[in-house]
């Protein structure tokens, strides 16, 4: 799960390993380049809050490092550069826009009142209006806008889309995009809108039960695989080795294959990256 980069990638992770009872996240090699918007997809209870709890130094680890910009995730200093957004506000209820830029100017050095004001505009937001009150939509904005207010260089999103009308996922994917346009920021987004992903992340890191799957350029990996109808007696022609995923029916079935390996002349589509995830972990004991 290495990339080749030759520049210093914005987070790498090496031996990872988080043990709970019953569950186990295990990451042997991972990097996520700097510049980029990885996407981070998988089922709940998969490891993805897991690892992102890692990299924020907000668990311990059994075994493992992880390096922010190439410098230790415990070290102090990374904390001014990472920029957060769960799916829930973690301020008081009864707090208002104004007591969380107050509780953030004294918590970042390089925390901007105007660039946090700025987005707040922006997002048509209420200053004095308290947090209860306001809608998912308009509290995610807020979160957003207090992430991006101290100018981080790694934006960090646990879910954060979730429940949001397409309406506001749009305007906040745009501003996803121009956050990385200068190849120096960079967005890890866990989501289960898988939409979201192929719209803009530029990889994609598929766990499931605490095990890495895949992580790939996002372009590459929506042409190598292929969605191949066949009846049963055309099943049974197919090479079983070349088999990534397989749904049956009463009629055939549906194969997940790597596009050089679809036989010649089977009913083939483009797999996106949800069915590519949902043929994996449903794989009907066909290997990989």
Known sequence: MTMENNTVNAIEIRGLCKRYDGFTLTIDSLDIPKGCIMGLVGSNGAGKSTMIK???????????????????????TVREDI????????????FNAGD???????AYKQWDDALFDSYMKQFDLPMKKKLKELSRGMKMKLSLAAALAHH???????????????????????????????EQHTILASSHIISDIEKAADYVTFIHNGKIIFCEDKDSLMEEYRLVKCGKEELDTVDKNKI????????GAELLMRTEDVPTGFVNVKAGIEDIMLMMIKNEGVSA
């Open 100 to 106: 969380v830029r107050r509780v953030l100017r004294g």
């Open 152 to 182: 981080p260089r790694l934006l960090i999103l646990d879910e954060a889309t979730s429940g949001i009308d397409p309406v506001v996922r749009d305007e906040i994917l745009d501003i996803f995009l121009a956050f990385i346009e200068d």
């Open 83 to 94: 920029g957060v957004v769960f799916d829930e506000l973690k301020f008081p209820a009864i």
């Open 244 to 251: 990534a995923g397989i749904r049956t029916n009463a009629f």
């Open 54 to 76: 890692a990299i924020l130094d907000l668990i311990s680890l059994d075994s493992g490092d992880i390096t922010i910009d190439g410098r230790s995730h415990h070290d102090q």
